[in-house]
């Protein structure tokens, strides 16, 4: 077929495409992308591919989908309503074709973003596997033509067998092994604010030990760690809940160090009201002498 689907040998250039991509779709997307990966062929070292550039959105809802199809527009992607939508919105760009990116959106901590992830993981530790799929998509490319959308999606049904195979072996195994991959509702997520206050100020309270002062501190500290979107850096572990609850604690020990200075001085003010008291019944009595 003259006009067959191309598949290309693996180029280094791929993941550098996919990082520039990233940063732009982190400057549109903002905080409602909670991550942003790399995934599909191009995303496996030493695969064969289509020359297009795969990318998993992982947002926290994908209801409202205004909230990101609005920003992905304005970014030059197009929406292509499907029935996945309900689990994976697809958006494409540019408008016209050959694409140069795609774009799936998922519900974060949700079974797609990590079966999607779970077969990118397995391809990348499975030579022998990533083979075997290459030469499946080759045979199945020179079948459809790239002139036309259907066949994109007929191309990608008749590979569905191979990568629900994998997929589930993956996850048999224990794939995604990232442990940042983690359930929308966990409280170590860093979006997940809320859960981290409920999980954290009980603790610092008790570090603090002085009528919740670990409280409001613990709190301070989340709510600008979530307003900043930055790395608190500190000693500890690289998991921002971490370093939180050891702010929390430096901060509710620094809670307590105020209340026992507020608790010395008015212990002061008390010894300075008897050593006054003493001080007056000495002078009046040697009046009176």
């Known amino acids: 077929m003259a006009d067959a689907l ?42 064969a591919a289509k020359p297009i550039i795969d990318i998993q959105v ?22 292509l309503p499907h029935p996945d939508d309900s689990f994976a919105p697809f958006f494409y760009r540019p408008a016209v074709g ?8 998922v519900e974060a901590g949700g079974e797609e973003e990590r079966k999607t992830l779970a077969f990118r993981d397995y391809l990348r530790e499975h030579a022998e596997i990533a083979r075997k799929y290459e030469a499946l998509k080759r045979e ?53 604010w809320w859960s981290n206050v409920k999980r954290e100020a009980p603790t610092a309270f008790r570090l603090g030990g002085f009528f919740g002062a670990g409280w409001p501190f613990a709190l301070l500290f989340i709510a600008s760690r979530f307003a900043s979107g930055s790395q608190i850096e500190l000693t500890g572990p690289k998991n921002w809940a971490d370093q939180i609850l ?3 604690m430096i901060l509710s020990m620094s809670g307590l160090g105020l209340v026992l200075l507020g608790v010395a001085v008015f212990a002061g003010f008390q010894v300075g009201g008897y050593c006054a008291a003493a001080l007056t019944i000495y002078l009046r009595s040697r009046q009176t002498h």
């Open 6 to 47: 191309e598949i290309k040998p693996f180029d280094p250039n791929w993941s550098v495409e996919f990082e520039a991509e990233r940063v732009r779709l982190e400057a549109t997307l903002g905080k409602v992308a909670l991550r942003i990966d790399h995934n599909g062929s191009t995303a496996v070292p030493g695969l």
């Open 58 to 79: 992982s947002v926290r809802k994908l209801k409202p989908s205004v909230v990101y199809s609005g920003p992905l527009e304005s970014a030059g992607y197009v929406h």
């Open 98 to 105: 050959p694409h140069t990116h795609h774009v799936h959106v």
């Open 140 to 192: 199945l490319a020179a079948r459809y033509s790239s002139s036309d959308l259907s066949n994109h999606q007929a191309y990608a049904d008749a590979k569905s067998e191979f990568v629900a195979a994998v997929t589930r072996q993956a996850i048999a195994e224990g794939y995604p092994q990232d442990p940042t991959i983690l359930p929308v509702d966990d409280p170590s997520r860093p979006d997940n």
């Open 246 to 248: 050891g702010c929390g």
